[in-house]
């Protein structure tokens, strides 16, 4: 499995980003997919999550109503980021899993991969 993630930059308070993921090795309209951020010297957490159809749509209080999940029907996953505050700051990453309790796991399984990540500054 590749996960890549991009997108990510320095932004001021108030400003918005989208982050892309691309996905590839794995049948991609069959599983969820969650964007995840880790902050400097915090545990990883899972933000938002996307049903495999893209109807269902989950997110972390601290983002609701300024973050939106969006995924195409190819192998991309998207993060529109509005409002960004300066607790945004952190390395955004992507990935995938069969059901919601799977995506929220991986912040805790060391076995999971992940991609690089894309690293989000806000500026404040």
């Known amino acids: 499995v590749q996960l890549v993630e991009s997108g990510g930059g320095l932004v001021q308070a108030g400003g918005s980003l989208r982050l892309s993921c691309s996905v590839s090795?794995?049948?991609?309209?069959?599983?969820?997919m969650g964007w995840y951020r880790q902050a400097p010297g915090k545990q990883r957490e899972l933000v938002a999550s996307?049903?495999?159809?893209?109807?269902?749509r989950n997110y972390a209080d601290s983002v609701k109503g300024r973050f939106t999940i969006s995924r195409d029907n190819a192998n991309t996953v998207y993060l529109q980021m509005n409002s960004l505050q300066s607790e945004d700051t952190a390395v955004y990453f992507c990935?995938?899993?069969?059901?919601?309790?799977?995506?929220?796991?991986?912040?805790?399984?060391?076995?999971?991969?992940w991609g690089p990540g894309t690293l989000v500054t806000v500026s404040s």
């Open positions: 990935n995938y899993g069969r059901t919601q309790r799977l995506l929220s796991a991986r912040t805790e399984d060391p076995l999971t991969p």
């Open positions: 090795g794995i049948i991609f309209r069959n599983h969820m």
């Open positions: 996307i049903s495999t159809g893209g109807s269902n």
